[in-house]
C-alpha cells in the first residue's frame, strides 16, 4: 500500500490537534465539579500521557502488521477515539456525582474521574502516529525525512489545537460544541485510514453516524453553565423561600462564590463577607473611604457599600463575564464602582493609587493563586494602602490542622507590624473547615469581639495575639513568588 506523505501527515497534525483540544477542554469540564486547581491539571495531564502510552504502544503493535490491515485498525481506533470523546460529557454528567461520594479524598476523587472520562479517548488518539510513521517511512525514498515530517507535524498539531482550545473553541463554542468538532476531526481521520487502506467501507460509516449521533445527544444536553467564559463555568442558582424576595447564589466552577438578595444589600450571607464587611468598616478612618477589591463574584459588598455611600470603590475581576452575571443576576450597578477587568495583582501593580481599604477573597477550597498571597505581593498591598490603611483577607483552614493559615500569618507579619485572625466565636467541631479573616494594618482592631449579620446575628472574635504567633511560627512557612506551596497547605488532612 503506498500512501501519499501529505495525507498522511494531514491525518497525523489533525489527531495531534485533536487531542490536545480534548486536553484543554477536560480542565474546564471537570471544573464544575471538582473546580480548578494544580490538583485538577496535573490529574488531567497525567491521564491523558497515560493515555498516549499506551495508544503508542498498541500502534506500534499494529504498525507491525500488513500495512492495509494496520492502517484499517488505524481507522477502526480514529472511529473509538470518535465515540468515546462523543460521551465524555454524558458520561461525566452522570459519574461525577457517584465518583466523588465514593472517593473520599479530593485530589483522588478528581485522579479517578479524569481516568474514567478521559483515558479511553487519548488512548485511541496514540495509537495512529506509530502506524503512520511505520507507512510513511515504508512508502518513502527518503526515510530519515518522512520520519522527521510525521513528528514534526505531530508537534505543530499539537502546538495548533493547544491554541484553538484556549483561544478560540472554548470561549467562542463552549466545551460540548468543542467536543463535537473533535468528534468531527476523528471521524474524517477514521474516514482517510479506511480510504487509504481500501475495501469495504459501509461498516465504518454507520460506525460514524453513531458518533455523530452522541455528539448531537451531547449538543442537546443541559449545560450546567448560566455562562461559560473564557477563565469560568459561572452558574446563578435561585435560594430564594420567597420568589416575590429573591435571593441567588453565584456559583464559579464549583464553588460558591456569592450570595445576594435584592431587598437586603446590606445583610451579607457567608461569615467570610460578613466579617471582611463589618471589620473593614470598623477600622476604617472614615466614612467616604477608598477601597480596592480583589475579585468581584457577586461583588455583594461593593453593592452593600454603595448603598452606605463610602467612598470610591475599585474591584479588579479578572472574568468580564463575572461581572456580567452580577450585574444582570445580582443586582449590581457596574457604574457604582472602577472594575478593572484584569488579574488584580497587575492592577496593583500598574496603578500608584492608594486605597484606606484593600480586600482579598483569594482562598476557595484546594484552588488558591499563589502569586496572591506571598511576601512580594503583600509588599505590594502594603505600598497601595494610605497612612493606618487596612488589608484584609479570608482564609479557610482545617481545624486541626491550620498551616494554611498559619503561613499566612507569619508572611503578614514579614510585611505589616498588626496581623489579626478572626474567626467565629463558636467553637468548631473537631477537623472541620473553619472560615477565618486576616486582618494586617499598623494598628490593632479597636475591638477585639464583634457582631454582623451572616445572614443571622453571628459573633466574631480576634485570636489572642500570643496565639496569633505561636501558630505562625510553629506551623507556617513564609511563602514567597520563588515558593508558595498553598496546594499542599490547605490539603486535606489523610
Known amino acids: 500500500m503506498r500512501s501519499p506523505l501529505w495525507l498522511l501527515l494531514l491525518v497525523q497534525g489533525v489527531v495531534s490537534a485533536a487531542s490536545l483540544v480534548v486536553e484543554i477542554v477536560a480542565g474546564r469540564m471537570l471544573a464544575p465539579y471538582v473546580g480548578m486547581s494544580l490538583y485538577t491539571w496535573t490529574s488531567i495531564i497525567a491521564v491523558v500521557l497515560a493515555g498516549f502510552s499506551v495508544g503508542h504502544w498498541w500502534g506500534g503493535l499494529l504498525a507491525e502488521r500488513d500495512a492495509r490491515r494496520a492502517m484499517r485498525a488505524t481507522g477502526w481506533a480514529m472511529l473509538a477515539a470518535a465515540l468515546t470523546t462523543a460521551v465524555a460529557l454524558i458520561l461525566l454528567q452522570r459519574i461525577a456525582g457517584p465518583v466523588l461520594l465514593s472517593v473520599g479524598h479530593p485530589v483522588w476523587g478528581i485522579v479517578v474521574l479524569s481516568m474514567l472520562v478521559f483515558f479511553l479517548p487519548s488512548l485511541f488518539a496514540g495509537i495512529p502516529a506509530p502506524v503512520l510513521a511505520r507507512i510513511a517511512v515504508d ?6 525525512r518522512a520520519l522527521g515530517a510525521i513528528f514534526a507535524v505531530g508537534a505543530v498539531g499539537a502546538i495548533v489545537g493547544t491554541l484553538l482550545a484556549g483561544f478560540l473553541f472554548i470561549s467562542w463554542l463552549g466545551t460540548t460544541a468543542t467536543l463535537a468538532v473533535v468528534t468531527l476531526a476523528y471521524l474524517g481521520s477514521a474516514l482517510a485510514c479506511f480510504a487509504m487502506a481500501g475495501g469495504r467501507i459501509w461498516v465504518p460509516l454507520l460506525a460514524g453516524l453513531v458518533a455523530l449521533g ?22 446563578t442558582l435561585d435560594m430564594s423561600d420567597d ?26 450571607f457567608t ?9 473593614a468598616r470598623l477600622r476604617a478612618n472614615r466614612a467616604d473611604f477608598t477601597s480596592f477589591f480583589i475579585g468581584g463574584g457577586s461583588y455583594s459588598i461593593p453593592r452593600s457599600w454603595q448603598v452606605r455611600n463610602t467612598g470610591p ?20 450597578d457596574a457604574n457604582s464602582a472602577r472594575i478593572l477587568h484584569q488579574d488584580a495583582r497587575r492592577a496593583l501593580l500598574t496603578r500608584a493609587d492608594k486605597y484606606d481599604v484593600i480586600i482579598g477573597d483569594a482562598f476557595a477550597d484546594v484552588a488558591v493563586p499563589a502569586h496572591l498571597i506571598t511576601k512580594e505581593f503583600y509588599q505590594l498591598v502594603a505600598s497601595r494602602l494610605a497612612p493606618n490603611g487596612t488589608y484584609l483577607m479570608n482564609v479557610i483552614d482545617y481545624e486541626d490542622r491550620l498551616e494554611a493559615v498559619a503561613s499566612v500569618a507569619l508572611t503578614l507579619q514579614q510585611v505589616f507590624p498588626v496581623v489579626e485572625i478572626w474567626t467565629n466565636t463558636t467553637r468548631p467541631a473537631a477537623g472541620a473547615r473553619v472560615v477565618f479573616v486576616l486582618v494586617a494594618g499598623q494598628t490593632p482592631t479597636a475591638q477585639g469581639r464583634i457582631t454582623a449579620s451572616a445572614p443571622d446575628p453571628t459573633e466574631f472574635g480576634a485570636m ?25 497547605l490547605i490539603g486535606r488532612p489523610d
Open 271 to 279: 461569615e467570610h463577607a460578613a466579617m471582611l464587611d463589618a471589620l
Open 243 to 268: 420568589p416575590s424576595q429573591p435571593v441567588r447564589l453565584m456559583v464559579i466552577d464549583h464553588l460558591g462564590h456569592g450570595i445576594s438578595a435584592k431587598g437586603r444589600p446590606k445583610v451579607m
Open 313 to 332: 470603590r475599585t474591584v479588579a475581576e479578572i472574568d468580564p463575564e463575572v461581572t456580567v452575571v452580577a450585574v444582570s443576576d445580582f443586582w449590581f
Open 464 to 488: 489572642a495575639p500570643d496565639w496569633v504567633t505561636d501558630l505562625a511560627t510553629s506551623r507556617g512557612i513564609i511563602l514567597s513568588d520563588n515558593f508558595a506551596p498553598i496546594d499542599r
Open 214 to 235: 452522541l455528539a448531537g445527544y451531547s449538543l442537546a444536553a443541559p449545560n450546567p453553565c448560566t455562562r461559560e467564559s473564557r477563565y469560568f463555568c459561572i452558574r
Open 139 to 144: 512508502a518513502s525514498d527518503r526515510s530519515g
